[in-house]
């Protein structure tokens, strides 16, 4: 595959996250010649946040592969829906979910989570309301296997998910249940449990199902090289 025909490659955030988190993995697969673009995810909502994703989607010449990590993968799954230029998923500790699931079922469909105990609410003028990691106990819910000042960091300038947009139901066609995925997690996940992850691959018939020894949530910040090793492998298949 040539450099000009390799597949850009669009990065979706989750909760608690932000865009400039795929830096590692970005550069990554910068330098094996392919076009990046870490989307800002809103948070607001999985028709609204999906809505934003689809129109940078639709704005792409050439062929894309979507990666969505956390909460990033129920947006992924509704924005990819029908897009003729998405060629493979990568769901990064990501909900791949049915129409009718929402993150907050799918992450309690099996026992371990413990996030929701760390979780701290932020009344906003709507009536909804924007939640956060507790800072001071995000180190050892979120990225546990990275180092405390980097831990910090990502504490602090973590993006919040407003409390509608972790229970609002996937609705109609899923992306995955067309288009080729790729699915990498850490066994040590203590906001979607692996075993929860293991049952959504398994239902997406993955092409590939990763599952690293000891890796946190956020994966992608602990094992960069690792996940973009899936990525390159999902833009050659």
Known sequence: MSENTKPTVVLVHGAFAESGGWGPVAGRLR???HRVIAA???????????AQV??????IDGPVV?????????VISKAAAGAGNVRSLVYVAGFAPESGDSAATLSGKYPGSTLAETLRAVGLPDGNQDMYV???LYHRQFVADVPEETALTMAA??????????QEPAEGAQAWQTTPSFFVFGEADKNIPAAVQHFMAERAGAKEI?????????????H??????????????
């Not at 979507?66 to 129920?74: E, F, I, Q, T």
């Not at 899936?230 to 050659?236: I, W």
């Open 66 to 74: 979507l990666v969505g990590h956390s909460y990033g993968g129920m």
């Open 31 to 33: 330098s094996e010649g």
């Open 157 to 166: 300038t973590q993006r919040p998910i407003t409390l509608a947009a972790l």
């Open 134 to 136: 507790a800072q001071e």
């Open 224 to 237: 960069p090289d690792e996940i973009a090793e899936v990525v390159l492998r999902a833009a050659a298949a």
């Open 54 to 59: 689809r129109a940078l989607l639709d704005s």
């Open 210 to 222: 990763i599952a690293i020894d000891g890796a946190s949530h956020a994966v992608f910040a602990s």
């Open 40 to 50: 800002p995810n809103p948070l607001r909502s999985v028709a609204y946040d999906a």
